[in-house]
């Protein structure tokens, strides 16, 4: 098996005439979590949304365990493991937190699994199971979009700002969370605006300024290049 789960390749993407992903390179390591940090309009959901088929791709290969699946559907990358939260609350609003959880029951889980596994992780979303989505909190509907990605056991988590108008403070646990499901097996990819947020957490960090990687290394390494990169620290 390759050491690189998920690995992205000169990565060419934009909207209409407009590029706004300049051959971008990326390896998620198998096991590991990796921070793509950079501020508004650097290119992270663009870049999260054509990892997962949601966003035709320019030029430039993606790879899923060794294999070219550049172009394949959002389905078919999901059967096979690549799993994306998406920027906002990836949650139904409208269905109560079971129903949630069931709506990710297609990959050939029961419904029972689907609320054990999710209540294990998130006891709070076990006491508010009847609960509409949409009268969660901020960070309840964001544990509720993460307990959806784990249900299928992905092999690949791609997060997309989890911190997205959350206080800091929640913003760690839910991060501890992302920890724990990493530990658990899953490789994890996720992008944040803010540095502070995930850098404490993760195997490898990268930089993204204006569509481009501009530094990759430890999060340490990282860490310093932060401030003359952007203001995200
Ligand atoms: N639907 C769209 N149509 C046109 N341009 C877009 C669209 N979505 C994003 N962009 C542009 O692409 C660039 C990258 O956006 P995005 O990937 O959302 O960045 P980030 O997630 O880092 O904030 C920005 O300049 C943004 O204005
Ligand atoms: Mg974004």
Redesign the pocket.
């Known amino acids: 098996m390759a050491e690189a789960v998920l690995e992205l390749k000169g990565i060419r993407a934009?909207?209409?005439s407009?590029e706004?992903l300049h051959e971008v390179d990326l390896s998620l390591r198998r096991g590991s979590v990796l921070a793509v940090l950079?501020?508004?309009?650097?290119?992270?959901?663009?870049?999260l949304?054509v990892a997962a088929g949601l966003h035709p791709l320019g030029s430039g290969s993606v790879l899923l365990d060794g294999r070219r699946v550049a172009n394949w559907s959002p389905d078919r990358l999901a059967r096979h493991g690549l799993c994306l939260i998406p920027?906002g609350r990836g949650v139904f609003p409208r269905l109560t937190v079971r129903e949630n959880l069931w709506m990710s029951t297609h990959l050939g889980v029961t419904r029972a699994t689907a609320e054990e596994i999710a209540f294990a992780r998130f006891p709070r979303l076990g006491e508010r199971r009847d609960q509409m989505a949409g009268t969660l909190s901020g960070g309840e509907q964001q544990m509720l979009a993460l307990a959806r990605a784990v249900i299928v056991r992905p092999k690949v988590l791609l997060v997309?700002?989890l911190s997205m108008g959350l206080a800091p403070q929640l913003v760690d646990s839910l991060y501890d969370s992302v920890r724990a499901i990493a530990a658990d097996g899953v490789s994890v990819l996720v992008?944040e605006?803010f540095a502070r947020a995930v850098l404490g957490m993760a195997d490898r960090a990268a930089i993204?300024v204006s569509?481009r990687v501009v530094h990759q290394g430890t999060p340490a390494e990282v860490e310093e290049h932060l401030s003359s990169a952007y203001l995200g620290g």
Do not use: I, P, W
């Open positions: 934009g909207y209409g407009v706004v950079g501020s508004n309009g650097a290119g992270k959901s663009t870049l949304r920027e997309d700002e992008v605006q993204m569509g």
